[in-house]
């Protein structure tokens, strides 16, 4: 498998989910991946599936020094960077977040994850791709999409996601940097982060899970390995004349 040969990728929230599913695909097509994660603990253990092919950085997305090491470690080995994932996020739903209950505070500390450093991630992967091009990926959600009135923080967050990504790729395009930006809106994933989410049905994980058929036209729920596949595709020279778009991966659920 050589869809990502010779690539070398950057994935962020890498040690569980959805990035790490990620990691495992790029590297299967031919990738070597530096994984980083805010969990040291995690990121040690998962990357240790993957030997030689990958190694673990411990990155908070939300600091622009932290950035700043990471791609200065990456453009010293392993030289550059051609893909950047932009993944790591953060659902915070200790309480529902509706216009009337969320407060500053938590408000803030979403944006901050969501929206902050994914901002700093394109910006960095501008500056370090800009000479021979490459790939972002930004994972937003379907919640950028439609309204999400229990979850006003989140959904607003994800929505910036998608548009700064179009703005990237308009302003990669018209430098003529080589570089593609898109992003991926997927419905609830069966990750720690869709428990969280499924937790909202009374607390009760499992009945969460259960209810998505009568929400997903396709009658199940997604798994990291689907997501993974969309975002190797938008990374991949396959998807060369691909940019400013958003890929949505919900068994249909925004189509009704």
Same mark, same amino acid.
């Given at each position: 498998?050589?869809?990502?040969?010779?690539?070398?990728?950057?994935?962020?929230?890498?040690?569980?989910?959805?990035?790490?599913?990620?990691?495992r695909?790029f590297?299967?097509?031919?990738?070597?991946?530096?994984?980083?994660?805010?969990?040291?603990?995690?990121?040690?253990?998962?990357?240790?599936?993957?030997?030689?092919?990958?190694?673990?950085?411990?990155?908070?997305?939300?600091?622009?020094?932290?950035?700043?090491?990471?791609?200065?470690?990456?453009?010293?080995?392993?030289?550059?960077?051609?893909?950047?994932?932009?993944?790591?996020?953060?659902?915070?739903?200790?309480?529902?977040?509706?216009?009337?209950?969320?407060?500053?505070?938590h408000?803030q500390?979403?944006?901050?994850?969501?929206?902050?450093?994914?901002?700093?991630?394109?910006?960095?992967?501008?500056?370090?791709?800009?000479?021979?091009?490459?790939?972002i990926?930004?994972?937003?959600?379907?919640?950028?999409?439609? $309204?999400?009135?229990?979850? %006003?923080?989140?959904? &607003?967050?994800? #929505?910036? /996601?998608?548009?700064? *990504?179009?703005?990237?790729? !308009?302003?990669?395009a018209?430098?003529?940097?080589?570089?593609?930006?898109?992003?991926?809106?997927p419905?609830?994933?069966?990750?720690?982060?869709?428990?969280?989410?499924?937790?909202?049905? $009374?607390?009760?994980?499992? %009945?969460?899970?259960? &209810?998505?058929? #009568?929400? /997903?036209?396709?009658? *199940?729920?997604?798994?990291? !390995?689907?997501?993974?596949?969309?975002?190797?595709?938008?990374?991949?020279?396959?998807?060369?004349?691909?940019?400013?778009?958003?890929?949505i991966?919900?068994?249909?659920?925004?189509?009704?």
């Amino acid at each position: 498998m050589t869809r990502l040969i010779k690539k070398i990728a950057l994935v962020t929230g890498a040690a569980t989910g959805i990035g790490l599913a990620t990691t495992r695909r790029f590297i299967e097509e031919g990738a070597f991946v530096v994984m980083t994660d805010i969990d040291a603990e995690a990121g040690g253990n998962a990357v240790k599936e993957f030997g030689a092919n990958a190694r673990f950085l411990t990155h908070d997305v939300t600091k622009e020094t932290d950035w700043q090491r990471v791609m200065a470690t990456i453009s010293s080995d392993p030289g550059r960077l051609d893909i950047l994932v932009n993944n790591a996020g953060i659902l915070a739903i200790g309480d529902h977040q509706t216009i009337e209950d969320t407060d500053l505070a938590h408000w803030q500390a979403i944006q901050q994850v969501n929206v902050e450093g994914v901002f700093l991630g394109c910006q960095a992967a501008v500056k370090a791709m800009k000479d021979h091009g490459g790939s972002i990926v930004n994972i937003s959600s379907v919640a950028a999409i439609v $309204g999400t009135p229990t979850l %006003a923080a989140y959904g &607003a967050s994800k #929505a910036a /996601v998608r548009q700064l *990504t179009k703005t990237v790729a !308009i302003h990669c395009a018209k430098k003529e940097y080589g570089i593609r930006c898109n992003s991926v809106h997927p419905d609830p994933v069966r990750t720690n982060m869709g428990d969280d989410l499924m937790s909202m049905y $009374g607390g009760d994980v499992d %009945a969460g899970w259960k &209810a998505i058929p #009568a929400r /997903v036209p396709l009658k *199940t729920p997604a798994e990291p !390995i689907d997501i993974a596949n969309c975002i190797l595709f938008l990374a991949s020279d396959e998807a060369r004349h691909v940019t400013g778009t958003e890929l949505i991966v919900d068994g249909g659920m925004t189509a009704i």
